[in-house]
């Protein structure tokens, strides 16, 4: 059992007896009340999505997954292939498991793949992947002042903020759970 505030982004908990894959969870304080999480579900069986409020004190049943590591190879629509690190054994998923990490996945990246009773339920990126910057404007000459973000576009097609001097062709590292800046990648 564990406390509804130690629940985690892929972890597997049992909510109304099934179990269900945390896709997302926020931490929200209500005016009189107690804190609550608000948290996005999927449940394991029928592969429906819900939204609930859980109270930080509750606790729940944490279902044990087996964890694996794969690599990221390619994706052809919604369709994503995985090999398995150990055996070269293939899979491919829909974009449903997959779920943000189109945003961050190049191939050849590490990944985790957990499983529930032998079928995939969900893949766990790295917390920071290292992605390269296509498109970003110029840095303005002369502006000092601080907290001066621009916008730029990844190899992956997604769009992030970065510091001024962030230039194109330039290989950053970006968090994956909150899609920030994280640093430049010293060559």
């Known amino acids: 059992m564990i406390k509804a505030t130690e629940m985690k982004k892929g972890m597997v908990v049992v909510v109304n007896g099934n179990p269900s894959v945390v896709l997302d969870y926020q931490h929200v304080k209500l005016g009189k009340g107690g804190a609550v999480l608000q948290t996005k579900l999927k449940n394991v069986k029928d592969g429906t999505i819900t939204t609930k409020r859980i109270r930080s004190e509750e606790t729940m049943e944490q279902v044990f997954v087996d964890k694996q590591q794969y690599e990221y190879l390619y994706s052809a629509g919604d369709e994503h292939v995985f090999m398995h690190k150990e055996t070269y054994e293939q899979i491919t998923l829909d974009s449903g498991m997959f779920s943000e990490g189109k945003k961050w996945a190049i191939p050849n990246i590490d990944v985790e793949i957990h499983f529930l009773s032998g079928s995939p339920l969900t893949v766990v990126l ?55 800046y994280l640093e430049r990648v010293k060559k």
């Open 126 to 180: 790295p917390n920071s992947v290292e992605l390269k910057v296509i498109d970003t404007p110029p840095a303005i000459k002369g502006a000092t002042a601080t907290n001066q973000y621009k916008k730029a576009t990844l190899e992956t097609g997604v769009e992030i903020t970065v510091p001024p001097f962030v230039e194109n062709g330039e290989l950053i590292r970006v968090d994956t759970r909150t899609g920030e």
